[in-house]
């Protein structure tokens, strides 16, 4: 069975610039989420979907941030224009559902630099 | 609100040795869940255990062992006759309540271990 898939690894940009990463979770999970982690912390949530739907975005910065996940299988995280502190690693990770015993299944994340 | 707690930053130790990692979590909710993850240097986060609030059996799985204590709010993690593999950054989170589906993480505890 295939991982989280998310793309791209690492990715370098000069501030001001948009930037998007793309996630496609493990095969029926219906739970997506996308994390920023920050070098020495835990991962903090940006947003989660449940199905199509975003049911917790509290955390998305939203004047700059946005994201979506049109069929309720894959989603893109977009950020425009990027600043010098979004420098991070983005994670995204998937669960059968949102029920606070799923465990989650991270990807490999993507790394992303502003220069 | 929940928070989870890895007051070891960073944990040094040669092979064999045993290491205990520590996390302590604040909640008010009477059902939630504890987990812990791996993260390697490559990045994906693991998923390794996860106990629910009412059942504070300590739980041992070959060379890992993990203790759960309500009295003093702890899940710690112990690692027995520790490995070079055993190298990387664990994290204690926590979920359940009222935002079930939402997990906090501590800021990981980055272990060591020398040959």
Do not use: M
Not at chain 2, 73 to 95: E, G, H, K, P, R
């Amino acid at each position: 069975e295939a991982g989280v898939v998310q793309s791209p690894r690492y990715k370098i940009i000069e501030k001001k610039q948009p930037v998007a990463f793309w996630c496609n979770p493990i095969s029926g999970h219906n739970t997506l989420y996308w994390y920023l982690q920050n070098l020495g912390q835990g991962p903090e949530l940006l947003i989660r979907y449940e199905n199509e739907e975003a049911v917790d975005d509290s955390q998305l910065p939203k004047d700059r941030f946005s994201a979506e996940r049109l069929k309720g299988v894959d989603s893109t995280l977009k950020i425009q224009p990027a600043e010098l502190g979004d420098s991070a690693v983005y994670l995204c990770a998937s669960s059968q559902a949102a029920r606070g015993y799923n465990e989650q299944f991270f990807g490999p994340g993507t790394r992303l630099t502003v220069l | 609100a929940q928070k989870v707690t890895q007051a070891q930053t960073e944990i040094s130790v040669v092979e064999k040795e045993d290491v205990t990692l520590d996390c302590v979590y604040e909640t008010r909710d009477t059902t939630y869940y504890l987990f812990w993850y791996k993260q390697p240097p490559s990045g994906e986060l693991v998923f390794l255990i996860r106990r629910n609030s009412f059942d504070e059996q300590n739980e041992i799985s070959g060379r890992y062992s993990w203790n759960f204590q309500k009295s003093t709010s702890s899940f710690n993690f112990t690692i027995t006759a520790s490995q070079v593999v055993d190298s990387a950054v664990y994290f204690c989170a926590l979920s359940g309540g009222t935002n079930a589906g939402k997990s906090t993480f501590g800021d990981g505890t980055t272990l060591t271990v020398k040959p």
